[in-house]
């Protein structure tokens, strides 16, 4: 069965850096598009960024553009999220997800929290 | 970017009872509207995409219909396991956006 499994979360301060990654099994990682996307209790849920199957097409949301850099490895069937310059209004749950605009399936999340 | 409404943020609502609940877009998305389910702890589950066509495994008593900016999820009759936070989100361009959910919770 899909299985999206994340890591690296964790506390950091804020200016900070961290990377997500996101090991998937159960399916044809290279045949899929890919997305991260964040939950908080307060916004919600919002889309972070998109990395089609191949990797040549890629999108970020205005809130992290600049800051963050999607990345994936086919070989490994591993998804990553590079995050610097970390600001604490990017605390929340971050979930890796299947998909080119529906999301058929998500991982169960890791939390990240930037606070001082 | 376009945005999600939904409405209303909370329904209080009895086991059997039917439900409606409704999207709206600030901008025309045509059909690419897709409803997720979300419980406690849980990542959220694709229900409905394309407006209207249900998700594998998904139960017959979810139904969804709309097109342009209005959208609709309706349960025909609730049981336990179907509250929960649903959500839609469109995918008509990007960002993808997501609306603030709406609240299925037992009367």
């Known amino acids: 069965q899909v299985q999206l499994v994340e890591s690296g979360g964790g506390l950091v301060k804020p200016g900070g850096s961290l990377r997500l990654s996101c090991a998937a099994s159960g399916f044809t990682f290279r045949d899929y598009n890919m997305n991260w996307i964040r939950q908080t209790p307060g916004k919600g849920l919002e889309w972070v960024s998109f990395v089609s199957d191949g990797g040549d097409t890629i999108y970020y949301a205005d809130s992290v553009k600049g800051r963050f850099t999607v990345s994936r490895d086919n070989a490994k069937n591993l998804l990553h999220l590079h995050m610097n310059s970390l600001r604490p209004e990017d605390t929340a749950l971050y979930y890796c997800?299947?998909?080119?605009?529906?999301?058929?399936?998500w991982g169960q999340g890791t939390q990240v929290t930037v606070s001082s | 970017e376009i945005v999600m409404t939904q409405s209303p943020a909370t329904l209080s609502v009895s086991p059997g009872d039917g439900v409606t609940l409704s999207c709206r877009a600030s901008?025309?998305?045509?059909?690419?509207l897709a409803w997720y389910q979300q419980k406690p702890g849980q990542a959220p589950r694709l229900l409905i995409s394309d407006g209207s066509t249900r998700a594998a495994g998904i139960p017959a008593r979810f139904s969804a219909s709309g097109s342009g900016t209005e959208f609709t999820l309706t349960i025909s009759s609730l049981e336990s396991e179907d509250f929960a936070i649903y959500y839609c989100?469109?995918?008509?361009?990007?960002?993808?956006?997501f609306g603030g959910g709406t609240k299925v919770e037992i009367k």
């Open positions: 989100q469109h995918f008509n361009n990007w960002p993808l956006t």
């Open positions: 901008e025309y998305v045509g059909s690419k």
């Open positions: 997800a299947r998909g080119a605009g529906d999301i058929d399936y």
